[in-house]
C-alpha cells in the first residue's frame, strides 16, 4: 500500500513569490494535516483537514491556506513568500480523527 | 504554558543504558498520545501509541500518568540505531494533535 506521497520534493523560489505544495494522503485516510519545520526547530501545527473542510489552523499568517479534495488530496499555499519561509514542509494523514498520523517525506522548501 | 512540552535535551547514553524521557501536556482533557521517532532531515515516524495501561514494544515502554498529565518513554538496552529525536504527540480534546519539539538521544559506542 502506498504512503503519504508529497510534492515537489525541494522547491527553491524567491521572495514575494508563490508557491503550491501537494499531498496525497493513504488511501482511505480522510484527515490532513499540514506541519512546518524549520531547520533544527520542532514540527509547528499549520493546518488540518478532514471531510474537505479546514477543522482547525496554527498560528500562522492568513497568506498560508490551503484546501482538500474530494478524492482528500490536499494543497498548501504559501503567498507571498518570506525568507522565513524556508523550511521542511510535512504533510500526515490519519484514518480516523485524532488517530495515529502517518507522514509523507515532505518538501523542503527554500526561499532565496 | 505550552500544551506539549519535552526536555530537549540532549541525551547521551553509551550503548547498553536505560533511558527515559517525559512529555507533558496542558489540557487534561486530552484524549490520545503517541511516540514518534525522527531522523535527521527525515520525516517523523509513528513509534507507538500509548495506552492508559501502559504498553511494551520490545525494548520500548510507554506509560501515561494522566493525573499529573505526563506520558513517558523508557529505552532498554539502548542501540546506536535508537540515535533520534523522539516526538511526543498529544490528541487535544478536539481531535487536533499537538506535537512537542522532540527530545534528541544520542547513542555512543
Known amino acids: 500500500e502506498a504512503g503519504v506521497t508529497q510534492s515537489p520534493t525541494h522547491l527553491i523560489k524567491t521572495r514575494g513569490q508563490q508557491v503550491t505544495l501537494r499531498c496525497s494522503p493513504i488511501s482511505g485516510h480522510t484527515s490532513v494535516y499540514w506541519y512546518q519545520q524549520a531547520l533544527g526547530l520542532g514540527l509547528q501545527f499549520l493546518l488540518w483537514y478532514d471531510e474537505g473542510e479546514e477543522r482547525n489552523r496554527g498560528n500562522f499568517p492568513p497568506r498560508f491556506s490551503g484546501r482538500q479534495f474530494p478524492n482528500y488530496s490536499s494543497e498548501l499555499n504559501v503567498n507571498a513568500l518570506e525568507l522565513e519561509d524556508s523550511a521542511l514542509y510535512l504533510c500526515?494523514?490519519?484514518?480516523?480523527?485524532?488517530?495515529?498520523?502517518?507522514f509523507g517525506p515532505g518538501t523542503r522548501l527554500t526561499v532565496l | 504554558r505550552k500544551e506539549v512540552e519535552q526536555d530537549p535535551g540532549p541525551f547521551n547514553v553509551p550503548e547498553g543504558a536505560t533511558v527515559a524521557f517525559n512529555c507533558t501536556y496542558s489540557n487534561s482533557a486530552s484524549q490520545s498520545f503517541f511516540w514518534y521517532r525522527q531522523d535527521c532531515r527525515k520525516e517523523p515516524k509513528l513509534l507507538m501509541s500509548?495506552?492508559?495501561s501502559g504498553n511494551e514494544d520490545g525494548r520500548f515502554t510507554a506509560q501515561l500518568n494522566r493525573a499529573s498529565q505526563y506520558i513517558s518513554l523508557l529505552i532498554r538496552d539502548s542501540k546506536l540505531s535508537d540515535s533520534a529525536t523522539y516526538l511526543c504527540v498529544v490528541n487535544m480534546y478536539n481531535n487536533d494533535m499537538r506535537f512537542g519539539a522532540g527530545t534528541r538521544l544520542t547513542v555512543k559506542p
Open positions: 500509548v495506552y492508559s
Open positions: 500526515a494523514s490519519s484514518l480516523n480523527r485524532g488517530g495515529e498520523q502517518f
